[in-house]
């Protein structure tokens, strides 16, 4: 009988660590699992720490930059809506002039404000060809500050005078915007 207890022990050993292995095995799976998710959390949480810390950082690179674009020659001189028309006025007028145009009137359209900018206009009617036309726009594209073409309106002369056939009347509204306060 020894032998037949030798082998039930052994088979409840077996069975045993059958059992354990079968229970046991899919657990130990489970902890691994939860022990990478625990890791992966740790790493997430020092890299979100990280760029908290850096945030005073980017912050204070935001406002130089708000700074440096407040300093460029992107908005238009001049502290009031009135004294930047007038400058802007005065400047299209010379751009007109040196595009061999004819200014026939100009005036300040009314100021806008969008979405944190003021927006100042001048609406100026001249005379020309077409190339004056070309030179003008390009002259309104490259400047600095930045203008832009609101509105343009192009009528053709009719019975030009000898050696001014081609005479266009334009109607344009230029604009830019002032630095904002």
Known sequence: MTKSRALALGLLVLAL???????G?????????????????????????NIAASAESWHSRAEAIRRQVAEEEQFLDGNTPALAAATLQANLKEMIGTAGGTVSSSQATPVKEEQGFTRVGVRTVLTGGITTLRDLLYAVESS???LLVGNLNITPQRGGVAGK?????????IYGYLKPQ
């Open 144 to 146: 600095r500050p930045f």
């Open 165 to 173: 056939k081609g005479l266009m009347t334009m109607d344009i509204e």
């Open 25 to 49: 095995y899919p657990l130990l799976l489970l902890l691994n699992g939860a022990a990478e998710d625990i890791d992966d959390l740790l790493f997430r949480t020092q890299r979100l720490r």
């Open 17 to 23: 660590l059958s059992g354990g292995l079968l229970l």
